[in-house]
């Protein structure tokens, strides 16, 4: 008996928040305007073919995402946003790694913005910008970007809200691989690494641009010099977007280490997306071969990779808060190092189907007069 009141305790002390906006005769900005949690399970089937090692082939059902968001405002001028992992493997520095988001923003002018706290590396490009559980299958230097970084941000939005100017000095994403060198769990900021960013969102009626200019302080305190130049065409039925990147650990790398990304998205109607996505990456730099401390942190060196998929996204309409998916993608990955010759090549074959849930609880809430 206890223990149901209790819960309808709770139960009303959260619908009176929820509502206290509406209800209010003085307006409050709502201390909630979004609360969810959101999941994603896959069934995976991966062959893979190595030159040396032969083919192996595994499958089985996983869980990969299960996230906890909450944000909103905090008078008329601060709002905060939060997304935690709620299941995750632990951190590879801390366990604050599972925080992806943790910043509060203070608004003093409908131009301006500052922001602390965790966030996003400001970098450029559509696949980066992408939320991690809507990237349905990624290019290498996705998979090993560390991008949720804490550090602080100033920016600068026109007056049309189509063009954001932001500057950013956050931690590097080197931090990884100071916590492989054995830096001590958890002391990552001690290191010192810091990483620096321009970054400007740019929209032109149906063209949009992402752009970055960005330095990553190394192990060694030499930088990754890294350039992101998104673009994306968005129609009624279709859109497209073409990343360029680039990034250089030595003044000679112009030209050796980049990355090209595009996808392609056609909605046939409002509950199905057809989609078809490739990119090339390589690392043709001799840098990183020299000690541990200089690594690339996105591609090693002496490797390139060919990434090429299409699959199908599925809304139905009486349920927008479930997406089924499917694709098949095809990564290629050769292994070349001049300085002892060696050269190996690697396949994979992957086919996926899944499912992702988003549970809108502040939208339950309201619907319900709550």
Known sequence: MKTKQLSRALLLAAAMIFTLNANAQVVFSPVFTQVSLEARADFDWISTDNLNTGDETAYGFHGKY?????????????????????????GHVSLFDNTDFLYLTYRPTKNWMFRLGKDALAVGGFEYDAAPIDVLFSTNYWDNFYCFQLGAAAGYKSNDGNHLFLTQIANSPYVYYGAQLGTARGSEWRSGLL?????????????????????????????MNYIALGHKLLYDRWDIYLDIIHHALDKDDWGKNYAIISCLNFHVNDEINLFAKGAYEQNKSDVDLISTASLDCLTPAGNSFRTLGMGIEYNPSFCKDVRLHAFVAHRKNTVSNTYTNVSDEHNSLTANIGITWHMNIHRMFLERGL
């Open 195 to 223: 990483a620096y960013s321009l970054f400007w969102s740019g929209k032109f009626g149906h063209f949009n641009t992402l752009y970055s200019v960005n330095m990553f302080e190394r192990n060694d305190n030499g930088y």
């Open 66 to 90: 299960f996230n906890f968001v909450v944000g909103g405002d905090l008078g008329e001028k601060f709002s905060y946003f939060f997304r935690q992992r709620i299941i995750a493997s632990p």
